[in-house]
């Protein structure tokens, strides 16, 4: 992290960020976020929002097979991730879901 930089150094992931409002302001609203530590990098992240991140990809146009797919939280939560470079920034999409566990049908033996 540099403490050195201005909102100015900013510029590129917050000038996609306004291309993308403009271009996609139908789809779901993420979770926005842009940082000094990767200032060239915009994130969008989905909280419980699977939908919401597959629109996004698509209009992205990040195949499905570049989605990253892991579990946290002891297989609790699921974690899609994918990145695509836009108008000189990388666009991070992230998405978190809970993975809800099976319910048996007709109960326990």
């Known amino acids: 992290m540099s403490d050195a930089l201005t909102l100015d150094d900013l510029a590129v992931p917050l000038r996609v960020l306004r291309l993308l409002a403009v271009d996609f302001g139908h789809l ?15 994130d969008l992240t989905f909280y419980d929002d699977l939908p919401g991140f597959e629109m996004w990809r698509e ?3 990040i195949t499905p097979d570049a989605v990253t797919y892991r579990e946290q939280s002891n ?35």
């Open 28 to 42: 779901p609203a993420p979770v926005v976020h842009v940082s000094t530590i990767y200032p060239e990098q915009l």
């Open 59 to 61: 209009a992205l146009g």
């Open 75 to 109: 297989g609790r939560t699921r974690v899609l991730r994918a990145s695509v470079d836009h108008a000189g920034a990388t666009v991070q999409l992230t998405a978190y879901a809970d993975i809800v566990a099976p319910v048996p049908v007709g109960g326990a033996a």
